[in-house]
């Protein structure tokens, strides 16, 4: 039974550049959120998809954004990146995306914005 | 907004010592309550729920957690820790209403010496 994959696992990239991550979300599981870890910090809500919709955001930039495709399956944007977006970023899975379900987390994408 | 506090940053303890981890939030509604423990290049792993009914849940690996309506708090327990049990523990939290939006405290960090 596959889990959560991300890829990719580790990632450079230049202030002002574009990045995308991407997320296969457990089998059977038709919602993805990401969350953003900083060092030293417990995981951030950044967005839920449900049905290719984005459905809720937390407290992040329209630099960030998201897709959702048909197998629900999904990317985490982001454009014209700055140094603080360096951070372990998380995909979760689960189903229905419900308040009262088990998510379940991917290994992380690790970000550095030099 | 929901927040969760975690008072110990960084705890050090000998093998077969007992171990509580303290989790408080703030949120005046019903809430879903969960702890997720992060193994040395692991990803996220569920420890263990609380949804409703039996406040004293139990989870896997010998841990357990106490749901204490009025103090708004959800403190994990292992009355004998391993070497194994090195890791960092997040306590998270999400209203009971709506999508799932996991709010995470800021991580314990656990170092069981042998």
């Known amino acids: 039974d596959a889990g959560v994959t991300q890829s990719p696992t580790h990632l450079i990239k230049t202030r002002g550049q574009q990045v995308t991550l991407r997320c296969s979300p457990k089998s059977g599981h038709d919602t993805v959120s990401w969350y953003q870890q900083a060092l030293g910090q417990g995981p951030q809500f950044i967005f839920q998809y449900y049905e290719e919709e984005e459905r809720q955001r937390g407290n992040f930039p329209d630099r960030f954004s998201g897709h959702q495709f048909p197998n629900y399956s999904s990317e985490l944007n982001v454009n014209a990146l700055l140094l603080g977006d360096s951070a372990l970023y998380l995909c979760?899975?689960?189903?229905?995306?419900?308040?009262?379900?088990?998510?379940?987390f991917g290994q992380g994408t690790r970000l550095t914005v030099v | 907004a929901q927040s969760v506090s975690q008072h110990n940053h960084h705890v050090i303890l000998s093998e077969a010592a007992s171990l509580e981890l303290g989790c408080n939030y703030s949120y005046g509604g019903t809430v879903n309550l969960f702890w997720y423990v992060q193994y040395p290049g692991q990803h996220l792993q569920l420890l263990l729920k609380y949804f409703s009914g039996d406040p004293l849940v139990k989870g896997i690996k010998g841990f357990e957690a106490e749901f204490i309506k009025s103090k708004f708090s959800f403190n994990l327990r292992k009355p004998s820790v391993q070497w194994s049990d090195t890791a960092e523990y997040f306590c998270?939290?999400?209203?009971?209403?709506?999508?799932?939006?996991?709010?995470f405290g800021t991580g314990t960090r656990l170092l069981v010496s042998p």
């Open positions: 979760a899975s689960s189903l229905g995306g419900r308040p009262n379900t088990e998510a379940f």
């Open positions: 998270a939290v999400n209203a009971n209403t709506g999508f799932q939006k996991l709010v």
